[in-house]
């Protein structure tokens, strides 16, 4: 890229594809495997490596590593949304809703669409022109979203949709995997392509790297920053309308809390909550390792109870390990 006339080009290097912490992270993911296959062992073979198993696992996961890749643009600018888990709500009871009062499927999806798009960029203008500290800014369209999703609900499930929209795209296949699985794999792959080959992906991490010195390199701060949180927003939304498919049914309380699982995903996978370090394939990742432990405890009868510490315990083994790492 050019240099900005008149400023010193300060923008960091293309980033890589992966790199250390990635190949880290999938090591960590092929040892859980390979010790939850030995210890799952039975007369049939692995229950963890049967291949109905492992489909279900991609396929719970799926849609944490979606919005994962989104939440990545945001965390890459040192910023954080919270209000991903009530986007997604937001826009499943919309779509669901839009469907049942006799809209088709392709209404249905843009209108949903729209609205996760909405609340990104409302984050987007709250940090960015009311100067909003991201965590506030986000906290509070949390609360809003769900409560809009109350209010479109009335705080019931809405079911009864089109038999097309839960076959082909809840319980469909595109070559030989769940659809959602499919779209995890390709949104990672437009994730990698965008940080990696455009001039936006190289904004992300400069603003992230150093937001002033990103200023002096011509840089569109503002901008970098709105679209991040348009994009989490967007992420959200084709995770909504992939899960209220395959579940068939939506409702205002899908995914609560879930916003800590796709932030978790993010910095498990490699990215810095300070901004500048993270790839979306270390995301995807950092969404298997969820996947797989959170299985392997239900296939191990762990307790309930235990399964969420044993996630904590990871999230902030990971956290620790990156703060280890920037000092």
């Known amino acids: 890229m050019e240099p900005v006339k008149g400023k010193q080009n300060t923008l960091p290097a293309r980033p890589r594809v992966g790199g250390f912490r990635e190949a880290g992270v999938l090591a960590v993911l092929l040892a859980m495997s390979i010790a939850l296959a030995f210890a799952t062992q039975g007369p049939q073979g692995s229950t963890f490596l049967s291949g109905g198993n492992l489909m279900d696992v991609a396929r719970q996961f799926s849609f944490v590593a979606i919005m994962a890749v989104g939440e990545l643009a945001v965390i890459l600018t040192a910023g954080i949304d919270l209000s991903v888990a009530a986007n997604l709500a937001l826009t499943g009871v919309v779509v669901a809703k839009v469907m049942t009062l006799g809209a088709g499927v392709g209404p249905a999806v843009v209108a949903g669409l729209l609205v996760a798009a909405s609340v990104g960029a409302a984050n987007g203008l709250l940090v960015v022109r009311v100067k909003l500290p991201p965590f506030i800014a986000t906290l509070g369209t949390m609360t809003i979203g769900r409560g809009l999703a109350y209010a479109v609900s009335r705080g019931h499930p809405i079911s009864g949709l089109p038999e097309g929209f839960n076959k082909v795209i809840g319980h469909g296949f595109v070559a030989g995997l769940p659809v959602s699985v499919a779209v995890m794999l390709a949104t990672t792959l437009v994730g990698w392509y965008v940080l990696a080959w455009t001039r936006w992906g190289r904004y992300l991490y400069a603003v992230g790297g150093n937001e002033e010195a990103a200023r002096f390199a011509g840089v569109p701060v503002g901008t970098t920053k709105l679209l991040a949180y348009v994009g989490a927003g967007l992420t959200a939304g084709i995770s909504a309308m992939l899960m209220t498919a395959w579940l068939g049914t939506a409702q205002s309380t899908a ?73």
């Open 255 to 327: 995914m609560t809390a879930g916003e800590l699982d796709v932030i978790a995903a993010a910095v498990i996978g490699g990215a810095s909550l300070m901004g500048g370090h993270g790839t979306a394939l270390g995301a995807l990742l950092g969404a298997a390792i969820m996947g797989v432990l959170r299985n392997g405890l239900v296939l191990l009868d762990c307790p309930a109870y235990y399964r969420d510490v044993s996630v904590g315990l990871v999230i902030l083994l990971a956290v620790a390990l990156d703060r280890t790492r920037k000092g």
